[in-house]
């Protein structure tokens, strides 16, 4: 079966870095796009990042230019690295994979960004 599992959370401080992995099992991950979404307290799911196939990325503009998302298929493993952090992007992480209508999710992994 599908699985997906985060790592890499945790406590940093502000303009600290931290990078989150997405390991993931049951399909043939190269074939398909990945994402990462987070929830704060309180605030509906967004997506941050995005990355195709391919290896074409987009991102959130709150999160432009300081994350960067990326793949290793020979891993089937997908990566966020988030610099530059700041204490509004303290939420739970979760690594995201649509196979045709289905959407699947990891655990979550926490960040919080504080002092």
């Known amino acids: 079966q599908v699985q997906l599992v985060e790592s890499g959370g945790g406590l940093v401080q502000p303009g600290g870095s931290l990078k989150l992995s997405c390991a993931a099992s049951g399909f043939t991950f190269s074939n398909y796009a990945m994402n990462w979404y987070r929830q704060a307290p309180g605030k509906t799911r967004e997506l941050v990042a995005a990355?195709?196939?391919?290896?074409?990325?987009s991102y959130a503009d709150s999160v432009k230019g300081r994350f960067t998302i990326s793949r290793d298929n020979t891993k089937n493993t997908v990566y966020l690295q988030m610099s530059s952090l700041e204490p509004e992007d303290t939420a739970v992480y979760y690594c995201n994979a649509r196979l045709g209508l289905n959407p699947y999710w990891g655990q979550g992994t926490q960040v919080t960004v504080s002092s």
């Open positions: 990355i195709s196939s391919r290896g074409s990325t």
